[in-house]
């Protein structure tokens, strides 16, 4: 098979399939014990990374992830860490950041504001040296025990609404299409960014291989919406697990017309429900518990391995990250979610 060849589909390890997950921060170290036990946790997503983050997930060192892991470890849970595989903020080496930028049509690097943010995020194209650096840092998690990435927001890399026009976009795609990129529609273009960012992802799940103890780690990314890069059928040679973020939205369909059925079986399905950023409510005594209840009922029903927001993630730019709402202290969500992960499956 040439390296123009997708990936043969990936195979998951056995734990993800029958995986019950919880979001974590380094500040849960002392409460692993409850997540694996009361709660019927069998999954942690660490949202502390020890390299650039994107001014939203919180920052430290590689010491105070294996720190994490190893706690994690000690009471069964498997670790994942998260991980921007698309946007970097001002602290990320200016050198580099413009060197490796996504760029549009006449050559500028794109950066961009999110709403829910005051830093500026400048958009990193994986077509670029990014990829390798990004390689680098999922393998420093692998050697301290990490058993899995979550990429997060592939779809960034066509905000400002088009795909990338630097150099290393435009000799990839004549190498591998003959064609020139700015000849192709922006469907060919971004159809194309999706096996791109599948090479990405078999490059980051190879770096994990290579360094940690995982024959097979859990190597995902986060699909929220309609992703023209992050297609999950366009993505399954390279993904061994589907990860949806889902959004109650009163009106348009639940969180159920997100997930892909017919992947259910073939790969395990992970999906976690937010809040969503115009009713920021989940702080109000039971209002979690109520919206989360009937998600995970159906979730698993479905064969769908939830996660559950241990803290919930902020919405208000002068305080990015995380609430201080946390399940931890709101005793009606805590019984839902032990509950529900605790039953029949989660046993
Ligand atoms: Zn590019």
Partial sequence: MSADDPSPTVAAPPWAWRARILSALHGDIPHLPRFAGELGGTVVVLYHAHEVTNGWCPGGTLGEVAEFIRAAHDVGLKAICYYDSTLVEERFPRRQRDRWAKRDREGAPRAHQPWHLRVRRHVMCFNSPWSDHVARVAADCARVGADGLFM?????????????????????????????????????RA?????????????????????????????????????????????????????????????????????????????????????????????????????????????????????????????????????????????????????????????
């Fill in 191 to 347: 159809e194309w960014m999706g096996h791109c960012y599948g090479e990405y992802m078999r490059k980051v799940r190879d770096a994990m291989r290579d360094a940690g103890d995982e024959d097979e780690p859990v190597v995902t990314c986060n699909v929220s919406g309609d992703s023209a890069i992050a297609d999950p059928h366009r993505l399954r040679p390279y993904q061994n697990v589907l990860f949806r973020e889902t959004f109650n939205r009163p009106g348009l369909g639940g969180w159920e017309e997100d997930l892909e059925m017919d992947l259910l079986g073939q790969m395990p399905v992970w999906s976690i429900l937010t809040e969503l950023p115009d009713n920021p409510s989940w702080h109000l005594p039971g209002r979690a518990a109520a919206e989360l209840e009937p998600f995970l009922s159906r979730a698993l029903e479905a064969g769908v391995c939830p996660m559950v927001w241990t803290t919930i993630p902020s919405h208000d730019p002068d305080a990015p990250g995380f609430t201080g709402h946390s399940l931890l202290e709101d005793e009606a969500l805590a019984a839902v979610v032990a509950r529900h992960f605790r039953g029949r499956d989660g046993a």
């Fill in 152 to 188: 997060d927001n592939p779809d960034h890399c066509l905000a400002g609404g088009e795909s990338c026009f630097c150099e290393n976009c435009r000799r990839e795609f004549r190498r591998r299409t003959g064609g020139d990129l700015f000849e192709a529609s922006e469907p060919e």
